[in-house]
């Protein structure tokens, strides 16, 4: 199972079975599709060997992936694994629920799911908290591991 999800990529559609929604003006609601290429373009995304080079350079590699994938496919070594529904609280600096590796805003942070989806949404959710380094895993795990990078299984 992936953490996408199927969305259809139609222009225009219906709000509550009435009038017409344009979805491709840029307000209004907008598919997954348009969403993922508005957060992405606020950010540079990193390939597999990028995302290694950047981890041996001190950022922080953050697995977002739920247990039963991690459990199947097994762990990038060094990462930190941070479930998507605690990313925010676990992340913020000035949260009170921060990890000890939460240490400011100036921090690099590359976000890792399954295949590179949720975590350009994450990412654009951290920089939201002001993490101007975020970002993600082009491919996310299935990159990593096709490029041959270390897995703990």
């Known amino acids: 199972?992936?953490?996408r999800c199927a969305a259809g990529s139609e222009p225009v559609g219906r709000?509550?079975?009435s009038e017409p929604?344009?979805?491709?003006?840029?307000?209004g609601p907008v598919g997954i599709d348009e969403l993922l290429e508005r957060v992405r373009s606020g950010f540079v995304r990193?390939?597999?060997r990028e995302a290694a080079a950047a981890a041996e350079d001190g950022a922080l590699l953050v697995d977002i992936r739920y247990a039963q994938l991690r459990e199947r496919d097994g762990l990038i070594p060094g990462a930190?694994?941070?479930e998507r529904n605690e990313l925010e609280w676990?992340?913020?600096p000035w949260g009170s629920h921060r990890l000890p590796e939460a240490?400011?805003?100036?921090?690099?942070i590359v976000v890792v799911c399954d295949e590179g989806y949720a975590s350009s949404l994450a990412v654009a959710s951290l920089r939201q908290l002001?993490?101007?380094?975020?970002?993600?895993?082009?491919?996310?795990f299935q990159a990593w591991r096709a490029a041959g990078l270390p897995v703990d299984v």
């Open 1 to 3: 199972m992936s953490d």
């Open 15 to 17: 709000a509550s079975g």
């Open 21 to 27: 929604v344009d979805r491709t003006s840029g307000s």
């Open 46 to 48: 990193v390939g597999p």
């Open 80 to 82: 930190l694994v941070v």
């Open 90 to 92: 676990r992340l913020d």
């Open 103 to 108: 240490v400011g805003h100036d921090l690099r």
């Open 130 to 140: 002001g993490l101007h380094r975020a970002t993600d895993l082009i491919g996310g």
